[in-house]
């Protein structure tokens, strides 16, 4: 029965494609909302922690997880899924968790509009080097033949039309942006949600079929990448609130755009869509705990320790 994970197809039902696209750019508009030219410019002013941040989104989370997909060895549609998810850009939530845990702001949101912005050229050039690297991977991308183009232009839609929208009504009409931003986004987080637990609905059986395979998969991959996110901001002497921010960038992932790829270019590849699910869910639970512990979790332990 597990073999058959790679034969898997997972149904969104009719117009379910359409409805997770849309979902996504009114997410991506309303993230777009609250960036503007100087979270762009902020970069050039101090560009070290930005570097090592775009470093370790682009370069060492793909990294990371070739080298535990090696160790691994999980069945290739899941490793796909891991490829996947290391190549979308950072979460459209992670600016929230940054500020939850106490980190560096600002640096949240340089990285996500920098990211956000290249993920349209790295995303795609990211997931097809490091799943052509793996062997029973590559054999499958070889089979679907991905048009590189149409992938350049669905992130396109999806991400680069809404950012610009986006940050042209925060420039032109900023008053406005400051008042519909947080509506924008949250109807869009909460209606992509909804949108997501109906698909779950939908394909339950599937899920609990097979959800015990990924469950350990993402939980070592998500706390691989918080921790190397953490460890090369350490390795550069960034300051802790930039540690911060870094690990939380890495470790939060736009695992919505993983799935939007995935349902159009693999036809809801089973093990490649469960693994991109579950990281959604999970990245949420990791972020608001390490949030906690970062923001007051800590300082509480050391408090109680001490008066032990």
């Not at 050039?44 to 370790?56: A, E, H």
Request: glycine share 10%; proline share 3%; with cysteine.
């Amino acid at each position: 029965m597990n073999e058959s994970i790679d034969a898997l197809r997972l149904n969104l039902g009719e117009g379910g494609l359409l409805v997770m696209n849309i979902s996504l750019a009114v997410i991506m508009f309303g993230v777009a909302l609250e960036l503007s030219i100087n979270d762009f410019k902020r970069v050039v002013k101090d560009p070290k922690s930005t570097i090592v941040g775009i470093f370790s989104q682009f370069v060492l989370l793909p990294a990371i997880t070739f080298l535990l997909v090696l160790f691994f060895e999980p069945h290739p549609s899941m490793a796909l899924g891991m490829f996947m998810v290391a190549a979308c850009p950072g979460g459209n939530v992670s600016n929230f968790f940054s500020l939850l845990a106490k980190g560096n702001a600002a640096l949240s949101v340089s990285m996500t509009a920098i990211v956000t912005t290249s993920a349209i050229i790295m995303t795609p050039f990211n997931f097809t080097l490091w799943a052509s690297l793996y062997e029973p991977t590559s054999i499958i991308l070889k089979d679907i033949h991905i048009n590189l183009w149409e992938v350049f232009k669905i992130i396109g839609l999806i991400l680069g039309i809404p950012l610009i929208l986006g940050m042209a009504v925060r420039h032109y009409r900023e008053e406005v942006a400051q008042k519909i931003s947080s509506w924008i986004k949250g109807f869009g987080i909460v209606f992509f949600a909804g949108f997501v637990l109906v698909a779950f609905g939908m394909n339950f059986e599937n899920f609990l079929s097979y959800v015990h395979l990924v469950i350990g998969l993402v939980f070592f991959h998500n706390a691989f990448a918080l921790s190397g996110g953490y460890a090369l901001a350490s390795l550069c002497n960034l300051p802790y609130k930039d540690r911060k921010s870094i690990a939380i960038e890495t470790g939060i992932q736009n695992s919505g755009l993983g799935l939007l790829l995935i349902f159009n270019f693999f036809e809801g590849l089973g093990g490649m869509a469960l693994v991109a699910a579950w990281w959604g869910i999970w990245h949420i639970v990791t972020g608001l705990g390490i949030g906690w512990y970062w923001s007051i979790g800590k300082s509480a332990l050391q408090q109680v320790f001490s008066n032990a």
